[in-house]
């Protein structure tokens, strides 16, 4: 179980400071908790609950502190990414934040009505919408702060001395990956300013975990970031792992390593092949997205599924490799290492590729980890933050490989350093597969994993340890727990509270996309209309996980 | 030049009627419209790529603008807050114009049974075919495409069979 900080809310401002001060500047989440059906009785209904990272990457701390008003002070003015993670707390408990620069609804549609998280509001209760939010107001506001207009002492706002022309970018567009909305507003080809709206895609992943057992839950995490659903499956099972106290088997770790290694590859070629056809390159499409489809052959016959596969349970997996996955694994390899080769060949030296994305969508170090953002767009910027390095775990230690960084954190450095992951990726892999341990892939627990099948149909023990665990679902002690691993697009990380049933009390993803995304309205501010484009390709944002 | 000396047979006429012609040709002229949102998006990338290349069935046309298509594949998960941009998108389409539900999410939610996700897109816009999976494998996909092919030829689609049909949306 993570430690806890615990502050009184009085002092809680001044701690997240002092904090800051000695370094954690990093600021992967806040949320809150609800605790008005909780097993044990809290201080106070409510809690909220700041996850900051150091900036050495080692270390990270949870603070909580309990609320007796629902009223809180932002902190969005040290950390720009807490500017969206408020507003997210807000929406699905109505907390409000003093101070907070545009405290409104992010995930849930204007006309929703109550907070959709607490306990209080039933699950299936659904809300129609019935027209869109026009954004007009937040995208005066930002107008406003550009100084763009100006506002009138009857309270309009003033005319505007440029001729703007106000657009949407999404939420139906090809490059929007389907839901994610930008509103920019344009002189000429230039966007002066942008509002994001997302929550599109909310499909109210962390309610359901609330009614569903732990492993129940892996079929809900494969749908987060669907490009590489074995990597989610991998960092909540590891979550509720750690607040278990079991160890996998070595043979286990080796597996999880590679499929994560092999998630990110099948994450990274579809990110590439996507920003490439962003950029008019239909070609590389069919190199970089024919061995994905290698990968889904091979990933059906281990899993049994193309995409969705959850492969993974808590305590291990559902079976073990299957004979000859080492020699197919080889041959999806070599078509991979081909799909990347013909499309360097073709992007490498072009010019028109380096005009479009050198210098293009960038940002700073600063910024990048302002906003939290983690992974490889954070790398971009030449920042070497990566868990496998920083706070390795399933022996990532051992294996040699590098961290691929950029310098300058444009669309480039970006797509180029996804490119280098792939190539480090399979240099993992190869280790992995030299000497893969021997041994039982689940843990030999009957309170954690099903006995062998055998043993249900022939004893009566076998057949009421598979009852239980399949009814009941696996007991994890009563507790709060923060847990994440290098998954494809950054540091995942799944905060759970656990009241000691075989249900999660509360489940709160991390997403890397999320900070991601709340970055890119800042990033493509005075950009071209046609480098947004590029820019949100590159960021690689995946709305299942940004919106949950 | 040759054709010159070649008797064509000009006194040759084709006798059909009128809507199976059209029917034959409309059958591998489909513009699709992808109203991807979600994972299923992802497969249908499958379906337009090299493995299963869905311009082996006369669909490849894939437009994003709703007034260019005339089949709308909705694939993946349809939340409250989306349901107004799928019914424009959906009245944007001209007639005729037919509804592929790809998936469970678009169908009936699938397993989000909860506050934000529309318990299938025929609670808002009318849908011809629906294809089960989470996600549908490519050649379900392409089986629907074949299905309403067929449909098509044999002229099964009546231009007044949603004239029943009352969107969610529309009772304010």
Redesign the interface.
Known sequence: MSEILTVPHAKLHAFIQNKYADGFIYLLDITAIDYSEYIKNQEEEFALVYIIRHQNFKEHIVIKTYLNTLLSDSVSYLFKGANWLEREVFDQYGIVFKNHPNLRRI???KEFVGH?LRKS????????????DDLMDEMNNRLLSKDVVCKLESGNFSECNKDLMFLNLG????ASH??IRTYVALDGETIECAVSEI??????FE??CENHTYNQIV??TD?LN??SAISNNIAFVKTVEDMLGVEISKRAQAIRVMLLELSRIEDHV?CLAAVLVDMGGLTN??YM??P??DI?DLLSKLTGA???NSYMRVGGMTNDLYEGFEDDLKEVIKKVQYGVQETLSLIKHNRIFHERTQNVGVISAEDALSYAMTGPNLRACGVTFDMRKDAPYYGYEKYAFDVVVGSVGDVYDRVMVRFGEIDESIKIIEQVMQNLPEGEVNIQDASITLPKKEAVYTTIEGAMNQFKLVFEGVKVPMGEHYGSIEATNGELGFFIVSDGSGTPYKVKVKAPSFTAMSAYPEMIEGAQLADAILTLGSLNII??EMDR | MELNNVALPLDIAITTKLDEAIGWARESSLWPMI?????C???F??VA???YDISRFGAEVVR?SPRQADLLIVA??I???????LKQ?YEQMSEPKWVVSMGA?ACSGG?????????GIDEIIPVDLYVGG??P?PEALLDALLRLQKDLRTNKYNPDRHKDFKS??DN?
């Not at chain 1, 939420?171 to 090809?174: D, E, G, I, K």
């Not at chain 2, 109203?35 to 994972?39: L, S, V």
């Not at chain 2, 397993?111 to 318990?119: S, V």
């Open positions: 995930l849930n549609h959709p509001y039933p699950i299936t209760k659904g809300q129609f919408l019935y027209e869109t939420p139906s567009h090809p389907g839901t929550g599109y895609l909310h499909r109210g309610k359901s079929p809900y749908r669907y490009c579809v499409y069919w997205y024919n994905r489809e889904y193309r995409l969705t709305a299942g | 109203f991807g949102t979600a994972c998006a992802i497969e990338m499958s790529a090299s493995k994003f993946g998960t939340t409250y807050k989306q349901g107004p941009i998108i999410c397993f989000y049974d909860n506050y934000t996700t529309m318990q989470c996600p494998r969610k949306l304010v």
